[in-house]
């Protein structure tokens, strides 16, 4: 069971691969990275919007068209100015992350796949739109850039933590177009990562398709 982004599997394998396969994971790709940084807030973040204060997740993006753009640019390889970025105040639902009244406050901001750069004032600048005394507040950071998601956890390519782009061939059927995505194509051998349907978004379902071929397979073979 490979649970690795196709080149992954490609490269293990090796010759061992059939050629059609081995081209298909080869040419699989990556989508967007992720640029993480972690504050301590003292007091949490002042969200103007009362109901955000209350929020595990608030995503900040800005009004539709300036999303659609940001989103556009960094499909397009290039660093937007106003980032679209995920904040997660998870110490409201577990107030045990706090010490006294500093909160940890998770973010990442979109970037283009492979960035380079330091998105951490982009990110604060942002929040500080909605939330204006947030970079006040701020006690800590700890930044995790693209190429350190890579080095984390090899699955996350130039920092795509979704294991591929998910645009529509790849959502629906993974890294080749075959009815039998978690096949690898050779007998015994099955992907299981957020690289194969239903992608990422859909928590579990990759490794249960997968985990049901690999038993069909052992079924009928009479190895179980
Ligand atoms: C900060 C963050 C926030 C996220 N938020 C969301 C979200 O809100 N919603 C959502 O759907 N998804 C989210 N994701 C993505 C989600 O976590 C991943 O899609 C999911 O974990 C992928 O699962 P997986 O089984 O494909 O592989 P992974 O969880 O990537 O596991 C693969 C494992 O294999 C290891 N590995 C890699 N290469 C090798 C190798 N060559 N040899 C041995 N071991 C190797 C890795 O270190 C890792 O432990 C987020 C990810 C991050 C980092």
């Not at 080149?7 to 990556?30: K, M, Q, S």
């Not at 995503?59 to 940001?70: D, I, S, Y």
């Not at 349907?197 to 079924?219: E, I, Q, S, T, V």
Request: with cysteine; hydrophobic share 40%.
């Amino acid at each position: 069971m490979f649970d690795l982004a196709p080149t992954a599997v490609a490269n293990i394998l090796g010759d061992r691969l059939p050629p059609r396969v081995a081209r298909a994971y080869r040419r699989f790709r990556y989508g967007p990275g992720a640029f993480k940084v972690d504050f301590a807030v003292a007091d949490g973040v002042p969200w103007t919007a009362e109901p955000a204060r209350r929020a595990g997740t608030v995503h900040v993006g800005g009004t539709f068209a300036e999303v659609a753009a940001t989103e556009r640019d960094i499909h397009a390889g290039r660093m937007p100015q106003r980032p679209f970025v995920l904040v997660g105040q998870q110490y409201l639902a577990d107030p045990q992350r706090s010490v006294g009244n500093v909160h940890p406050v998770w973010t990442y901001a979109h970037v283009p796949n492979g960035y380079t750069g330091d998105a951490t004032q982009a990110i604060i600048a942002q929040i500080e739109r909605f939330a204006p005394g947030f970079r006040e507040r701020i006690v800590g950071i700890t930044e995790r850039t693209t190429p350190g998601f890579a080095e984390y956890n090899p699955n996350y390519v130039g920092g795509n933590i979704l294991t591929g782009a998910k645009n529509i061939p790849q959502l629906v059927f993974g890294p080749r177009t075959t009815l039998t995505p978690y096949d690898v194509g050779l007998p015994g051998h099955f992907l299981c990562s957020a690289a194969t349907p239903p992608g990422p978004g859909a928590h579990g379902m990759c490794g249960a398709n997968a985990a049901d071929r690999a038993l069909r397979y052992l079924r009928s073979a009479r190895r179980f």
